[in-house]
């Protein structure tokens, strides 16, 4: 009982997300916004790296993004 | 004529096919003017950024970015940062009504701190060389697999990294599912070496013969190591043909001396006055989770690109970012492409649980405590403005100007005597300033 309990509560977020995605998304001629350099999810990692340096040392939370590893005694 | 125009129009056509196929939607190639593969060509971005707080610390740092990309999409990655700081930093120490005298963190000689000020060590500075190699490559169709290697030099410092992501498409590349892995060794040999925790901070004359034996009686040794281990999971997902969403969960554990060697606690008497300043000492590990979620939304001209992220971890801090950019493009109304991209950042978060701003010298001594700010409760600020231009050939230049502004918060500690009437949680304004060039 209990184990079928289990095997619902699992098969439920797979259904959901197997369902779910089949109306997100696209065909892929539909790539011409998405393959902006502008539209990539680390579009400027100069920036981004040189940011990550600052709050590093400045405040108490690093990476999330991506690593927030060690790398300089600045903390 | 006629014909070098419908030539041009169909290999502009077949490079943004080529790369809709791909699904390469990370990479540069799809800019609608560029009409040449860029495969098997370098490409470079070089960045100098400064960065200077109102009476406190200032540094420069400069980037140079190499990147390859061969016939089979392996990119190679290399990268080279240097930097310069130097300025004050606030020592950890309450403000006094009174001039307080200190010892610089070498044993050798003393600073004083007039009355009212928040004491700060003007005595900061060090030069930093960082190196970054990171090779990226499919494995199979749909399997992208990238490994690197970071070294990174200061004066008092070494770390030594490594990194590894596998990244898995599905559903035509609209889906993608990451797993990464990194492992950072760091050694810290600080000038005048490692204080013993709690041990108070010897002040007197320096020229004292005795002086040299007594100071070594506050330290325990002279370099001291962490290590970083961080997993990182990652789902993307395309949601339609201008939105694109990323989640990310890390996990990060760091062992080994998390104390700062440079940091020092105000014992107070019941009237606030100091008694003795005593070296911090923090637990010797650390485990952050945090999750993340980032979004980027293309309206017809504009790009808005808006991330959250929560931390918490087993020191009780707990944060959260808010962060977001808007890049507006101009078009050619200066003579050339180039768009203004505004930045605003919020952040706040919560003290440590062995966060203390100072000690009663009439309690116990914990088993730890630091009054480093930047453990403590805070929140902040960054608004900021970029203009960025393609010049010949598809460069870009750009100019970053921001200000930072750091607001500690009082975590409900109460302030005896005379520390009601001193700054206990000053704010802390930066200007960061920042050119790169990318070609």
């Given amino acids: 009982m209990m184990y079928k309990k289990i095997q619902i509560t699992l098969l439920i977020p797979i259904l959901i997300g197997t369902t779910g995605c089949a109306s997100l998304g696209v065909e892929p001629w539909e790539r011409d916004l998405l393959s902006k350099k502008e539209m990539s999810l680390n579009a400027e990692p100069i920036d981004a790296a040189l940011d990550d340096h600052i709050y590093f040392s400045k405040e108490a939370s690093s990476g999330g993004k991506g690593f927030g590893g060690g790398g300089c005694g600045c903390n | ?439």
Avoid: C
Avoid at chain 2, 221 to 229: L, N
């Fill in chain 2, 1 to 439: 004529m006629k014909n070098k125009i419908d030539k041009t129009n169909i290999k502009a056509a077949l490079t943004i096919a080529t790369t809709a196929l791909l699904g390469t939607n990370n990479l540069a190639q799809a800019e609608s003017t560029s009409t040449s593969a860029e495969e098997n060509t370098w490409e470079f971005d070089s960045a100098f950024l400064f960065y200077s707080e109102v009476d406190r610390v200032s540094a420069g740092e400069a980037i140079f970015n190499a990147k390859k990309t061969f016939d089979n999409e392996e990119v190679l990655n290399l990268k080279l940062t240097i930097d310069a700081l130097t300025g004050a930093s606030a020592n950890g120490a309450v403000a006094q009504p009174t001039v307080q005298t200190f010892t610089r963190p070498s044993g050798n000689g003393q600073y004083e701190i007039a009355p009212g000020d928040t004491p700060l060590d003007d005595t900061f500075h060090d030069t930093r060389v960082q190196l970054n190699g990171q090779w990226t490559q499919p494995l199979a169709p749909d399997y992208t697999a990238s490994g690197g290697v970071h070294i990174s030099k200061e004066y008092d410092y070494l770390s030594l990294g490594v990194n590894g992501n596998i990244a898995i498409d599905f559903d035509r590349k609209n889906s993608t599912f990451s797993a990464g892995f990194s492992y950072f060794q760091d050694t810290f040999t600080p000038e005048g070496g490692i204080p013993k925790p709690f041990a108070s901070m010897l002040i007197g004359d320096s020229n004292d013969p005795s002086w040299d034996d007594d100071f070594a009686k506050t330290r325990i040794g002279s370099e001291d190591d962490k290590s970083t281990a961080d997993i990182l999971l990652g789902f993307t997902q395309v949601i339609n043909r201008r939105m694109l969403m990323q989640f990310n969960y890390s996990y990060s554990m760091v062992e080994g001396y998390l104390t700062d060697p440079f940091k020092i606690l105000s014992v107070v008497d019941n009237d606030g006055a100091a008694q003795d300043y005593i070296y911090e000492s923090r637990p010797d590990s650390r485990t952050k989770q945090s999750i993340y979620a980032q979004s980027l939304y293309h309206f017809d001209t504009t790009v808005l690109d808006v991330s959250y992220r929560y931390m918490w971890d087993d020191w009780e801090i707990t944060s959260h970012t808010i962060d977001s950019r808007l890049r507006i493009p101009l078009g050619d109304s200066f003579g050339t492409e180039s768009y203004l991209q505004p930045h605003l950042r919020v952040y706040q978060q919560s003290a440590a649980d062995f966060y203390r701003p100072f000690l009663l010298e009439s309690d116990p001594l914990p088993a730890f405590a630091s009054a480093d700010y930047r453990i403590g409760e805070m929140t902040a600020f960054t608004v900021g403005i970029k203009y960025g231009m393609l010049v010949n050939n598809g460069h870009e230049l750009s100019f970053r100007l921001e200000y930072y502004r750091q607001t500690p918060t009082d975590a409900g500690f109460n302030e005896p005597g005379i520390l009601k009437d001193v700054e206990l949680y000053p704010t802390v304004d930066a200007i960061i300033a920042q050119v790169t060039y990318s070609f």
